[in-house]
């Protein structure tokens, strides 16, 4: 844990940050670093504290002033919710996306403990052990309580599944990405050839402005005291799901 104390507190994007580039003939990231951020929006909002409820996404979105409603022509397959800082710059890149005829529209944004609960029950193998159960579930899925989906902050767009990615329409939605979002505010988390953590998510985005505050907080405040609820709990401290999983991610977003 002491290696990631030092996380960056997102409160400037502008230059800071790069994303994976698209996959080149060798099928080999590059790293770029963006520097037109005019899209960015200047004014990022600070959260001073943020209550644990959150953090494990144990609140409703329907009736929470942190969560608003996606318009449903950005929805593709059910009625989304996102942090209401998210929203805006998210469909600002959408339509940025649609004029070169990619569509980004949501698979999943705010997920609650209880929904990642069910995801994470559906694949939890009963016949193993619990650890082995756990880790064959965290290759894609998150334990309850450690999925930055509670933050409402995170998006799935495109396709879920990495083959896409290898088709013409899927590297090129990629690589737009990779040139393109972080002028938006959203970045990569899961990328490729990190030591820990989930295996690599192109669909997988951030708003950072937001979800920054959030990764400090919940390494200040969130103990595996405060994982329970769900199948393979008992394992989650001998796992370092909070160490390996909820800060396995990209390095240019982790202080180095």
């Excluded at 929006?41 to 209550?51: H, K, L």
Aim: aromatic share 12%; net charge neutral.
């Amino acid at each position: 844990m002491n290696k990631i104390k030092n996380i960056i507190f997102l409160i400037s994007l502008i230059g800071l940050f790069s994303c994976n580039g698209a996959n080149s003939s060798d099928n080999k990231n590059t790293n770029t670093t963006l520097k037109d951020t005019t899209k960015v929006e200047e004014s990022i909002c600070e959260i001073p504290d943020i209550d644990k409820k959150y953090l494990l996404g144990q609140i409703n979105p329907e009736t929470d002033t942190l969560f608003v409603t996606v318009p449903a022509k950005y929805c593709l397959m059910r009625t989304e919710y996102m942090h209401r800082d998210a929203l805006d710059p998210y469909i600002q890149m959408y339509e940025a996306a649609k004029l070169e005829g990619i569509n980004l529209g949501l698979i999943s944004a705010f997920r609650s403990f209880d929904t990642q609960n069910w995801l994470w029950s559906q694949k939890y193998n009963t016949n193993l052990n619990d650890t082995d159960a756990a880790k064959s579930v965290l290759r894609y899925i998150a334990m309850p309580g450690t999925s930055r989906h509670h933050w409402g902050t995170d998006i799935d767009v495109l396709q879920t599944k990495l083959n896409y990615f290898e088709t013409t329409a899927g590297q090129k939605a990629y690589k737009w990405m990779c040139e393109n979002a972080p002028k938006y505010g959203f970045y990569q988390v899961y990328t490729k050839g990190r030591s820990t953590g989930y295996n690599e998510e192109k669909w997988h985005w951030s708003y950072m402005p937001v979800a920054g505050n959030y990764q400090k907080q919940y390494l200040d405040k969130i103990s595996y005291d405060d994982l329970t609820g769900f199948k393979g709990s008992n394992v989650a401290k001998d796992l370092k799901v909070i160490d390996n999983y909820v800060f396995g991610i990209d390095s240019l977003l982790l202080d180095q």
